[in-house]
């Protein structure tokens, strides 16, 4: 799950949380609800979030989902097909076919049927490294033969 993915799932949550009132929910209902703050922790800790980590603690379930998506950084730390298209002088479908050939590693965001890729710059930087030529093989010398050269009679 990306950072992106991440806030949007926790926006559903809070949706989810808020639409229904405490006193309408089922003891089932109590569960569900609170592993939604043991499984945002879980993807904060594994995105590398320790504030939004920190906030997802016990308490008021939608409280705490807030204060989750609230703690996680405004960085922009994905990039989509157009910017590094941008970068790498190149066109955004030449991108998307590195996307969907699996040459780039991305996630697609979409809801839809039309695709929103992102890529985190970890996987670009990967891409771009496979992607240097290689220095030629150095080849082997072979000895030198002198120039005379005996035949026998």
Not at 33 to 54: N, S
Not at 112 to 141: C, G, I, M, N, W
Request: glycine letters at 4%.
């Amino acid at each position: 799950m990306t950072i992106p993915q991440f806030k949007k799932w926790l926006q559903q949550k809070i949706e989810y949380v808020q639409a229904f009132p405490d006193e309408a929910r089922n003891p089932d209902d109590h569960i569900q609800i609170q592993g939604f703050i043991d499984e945002a922790y879980e993807h904060a800790v594994d995105l590398r979030l320790p504030d939004a980590a920190a906030a997802c603690q016990p308490g008021p379930v939608a409280v705490r989902l807030l204060e989750c998506l609230n703690a996680i950084p405004e960085t922009k730390t994905v990039l989509t097909p157009p910017e590094i298209a941008e970068q790498l002088t190149t066109a955004p479908e030449t991108v998307i076919g590195w996307i969907k050939s699996g040459q780039l590693k991305g996630a697609n965001l979409a809801t839809d049927h039309r695709p929103r890729y992102v890529v985190e710059p970890d996987d670009l930087a990967a891409f771009l490294t496979s992607r240097q030529p290689q220095p030629p093989a150095t080849r082997k010398v072979k000895a030198q033969q002198s120039g005379y050269r005996r035949f026998s009679e």
